[in-house]
């Protein structure tokens, strides 16, 4: 019962964390373009080898 007291507490703040990274990417524009990141990775210009 006594590691209750320290993982809840942890958990909650990992948590806060994750969710501030998250509204960060959100409003740095990170998830814009997505389908124009897709459309770059299956029509690259390097070519194989």
Do not use: C
Request: avoid cysteine; proline fraction near 6%.
């Amino acid at each position: 019962m006594n590691s209750l007291l320290w993982l809840i507490p942890i958990a909650i703040v990992l948590g806060l964390i994750g969710l501030a990274g998250f509204f960060w990417t959100i409003r740095n524009d990170q998830y814009e373009d997505p389908e124009g990141d897709a459309a770059r990775i299956l029509h690259s210009e390097d070519k194989p080898l």
